[in-house]
């Protein structure tokens, strides 16, 4: 996450303005003035506060801790001094042990100010309604006790919202997280009221029969909200398994896997790379808040695979910034701090890498690897599954000789462009039909493998010529059609008749195979050309093709062969 240069001058400027100072002035006016038998009495709360707050419970994105019961004891028997120092030594020990997303030092000053101005602001509103440390008169006690229980995580929250003014990290003080806080208190407090009143009855082994069964219960129930926590994780990843098995596009199966687990991961950035010819290239991508298939902010050095992160087959995690740079071949800014790859592998072996960033540190927990690998897994499966739909599908609709399109593609796509016309999205469709001359004389000539070879050389030629212009596909035989969307009638009849004059003017290369020789010759050829065009000439799709074939033989055929024919009623 990024901290703005103002941030990180201004906050560990509060800081010593206002900790340090703060403690010297508690530790002048007596707030640490215990007994060595106070002390040992306060390490003990401390000991369990400390190991309390180590086992947080995590709702959805709420966290709660529960440490806060022993430092209402620690208030209220000992005062001040001894809970600011007790909270201190908390926020350290937390930092230490629980990877966060800001800088340690960050962290520490930001959390340790937060909790400094809570404990005093909560104490002086305890003082000065009348309370006093080691009341014993149950009424005092809940009162006041509660009165310091509020104003604390009042000053929390306000610390909270002045936080989120001032660097921009999002807070709402009405929210679900704020409700669950106040709601600890529920919790929070009865055990601090019990467990001062049990530790000044019987001393420091007194709360012990309310610290080993609330640990127990706390460790319990943390380890099953982790469980939890994953199985809703696997259950979202299976349903994105589900919906990435639905998509039969291989173009939209990557778009849909890049926005889930950009969705999954809260990510700021995920990119997914495909290793094509020897190089790395981006297919697909979201950063900057938006899915692209050209990332600005991405490139993979010159290194490429062999760089050492990438060149892996499990999940790899890099939390910093200085991890993810010193390992991985990719350039990316500066303020994405946590890293994750992923290799995509098939069968044959790797086939590319998905790479999910964030801008926060330690973003990533070991539980989101095979939540990863699970989610590639499906991608990778569901990938197969599309690139041999594709290919099916472009066999049914593909002519094996030519190349081209053939007559299955060219009937639906003639009713569809025919749909677009009749609903006004369409201006008009104009269509070519075209027939080679004598076709059947020069497979008499030179053998039927001459006129595969006129074939091809044909279809390269018009799908040439046609680029940019319409779709080419071979009706059947020595037919060819080309739909052109928004041509008007007169224009298609000029590019036909361009087309007319190219060919009439190309030369193609044939092996005879019929008779004595068989050394490679050149040959020439005219075509027949129809012209029609919907709604000038029809409104239906197979009125639009019998006018143009009746254009080729009437205008073209009839007409003396190597002419273009225009419909017209």
């Not at 390490?43 to 506060?49: F, P």
């Not at 778009?255 to 290793?275: G, H, I, N, P």
């Not at 030629?461 to 940019?468: D, N, W």
């Not at 129809?530 to 029809?538: K, R, W």
Request: proline share 4%; glycine share 8%.
């Amino acid at each position: 996450m990024t901290i703005s240069k103002r941030e990180r001058i201004l906050l560990p400027a509060a800081w010593l303005l206002i900790v340090p100072p703060g403690l010297l002035f508690i530790m002048a006016n007596g707030g640490f003035n215990l007994s060595p038998d106070e002390w040992l009495t306060v390490g003990g709360l401390a000991l369990v506060a400390l190991v309390t707050s180590l086992y947080p419970l995590s709702f959805q994105n709420i966290t709660v801790s529960f440490q806060e019961w022993l430092l209402i004891a620690i208030f209220l028997q000992f005062g001040l001094g001894p809970e600011v120092a007790v909270s201190q030594i908390i926020t350290i020990s937390t930092i230490i042990a629980v990877k966060g997303t800001l800088p340690s030092f960050h962290r520490f000053t930001l959390n340790s100010l937060i909790f400094f101005a809570s404990s005093v602001i909560s104490a002086a509103a305890f003082y000065a309604a009348g309370g006093k440390t080691g009341m014993l008169d149950p009424a005092s006690v809940l009162g006041f006790g509660a009165l310091y229980s509020i104003v604390y995580l009042l000053v929390n929250h306000l610390c909270l919202f002045v936080d989120s003014r001032l660097s921009s990290r999002p807070y709402q003080f009405r929210s679900i997280e704020t409700f669950w806080d106040f709601a600890s208190l529920l919790v929070i407090f009865p055990l601090g009221i019990a467990a001062y009143f049990m530790e000044m009855k019987y001393g420091l082994y007194g709360i012990l029969p309310l610290a080993v069964p609330f640990f127990i219960a706390l460790v319990f129930a943390t380890k099953y909200n982790t469980t939890e926590w994953i199985n809703r994780r696997l259950s979202k990843a299976s349903e994105i398994g589900y919906e990435l098995a639905d998509r039969l596009s291989q173009g939209e199966l990557v778009e849909l896997f890049t926005k889930r687990l950009q969705e999954m991961e809260e990510a700021d950035a995920v990119y997914v790379v495909e290793s094509a010819g020897g190089r790395l290239v981006t297919v697909s991508a979201y950063e900057d808040g938006r899915y692209t298939s050209v990332p600005r902010l991405f490139s993979i050095s010159s290194e490429g695979a062999r760089g050492a992160g990438l060149n892996r087959s499990a999940v790899r995690m890099y939390n910093t910034v200085k991890e993810w740079q010193r390992e991985l071949p990719i350039r990316m800014p500066d303020w994405m701090e946590s890293v994750m790859t992923a290799p995509i592998r098939r069968d044959e072996g790797l086939t590319g890498w998905v790479i999910v960033a964030s801008q926060r540190r330690h973003a990533f927990s070991r539980e989101d690897r095979p939540i990863l690998e699970l989610i590639c897994t499906h991608f990778r499966v569901s990938l197969d599954k599309a690139r041999i739909h594709e290919t099916a599908l472009t066999e049914s609709e593909r002519c094996a000789l030519t190349g081209l399109y053939n007559f299955r593609w060219f009937e639906k796509e003639l009713n569809y462009q025919m749909s677009l016309v009749g609903g006004g999205a369409l201006s008009r469709l104009s269509l070519i039909m075209l027939d080679i001359d004598r076709f059947k004389s020069l497979n008499d000539t030179y053998g039927h493998q001459s006129g595969n070879d006129i074939l091809r050389g044909l279809a390269g030629i018009l799908e040439r010529e046609s680029t940019g212009k319409g779709r080419v596909a071979r009706f059947g035989g020595e037919e060819f059609v080309i739909l052109l969307p928004g041509w008007l009638k007169d224009e298609t009849a000029a590019f036909a008749e361009h087309l007319r004059r190219y060919i009439e003017q190309s030369v193609f290369e044939v092996s005879p195979d019929l008779g004595p020789d068989i050394r490679p010759t050149f040959v020439s050829i005219t075509v027949s050309i129809g012209v029609a065009t919907a709604p000038d000439d029809t409104d239906e799709p197979l009125g639009l093709l019998r006018n143009a074939d009746r254009a080729l033989y009437v205008g073209g055929k009839q007409a003396g062969r190597n002419r273009v024919g225009v419909y017209s009623t």
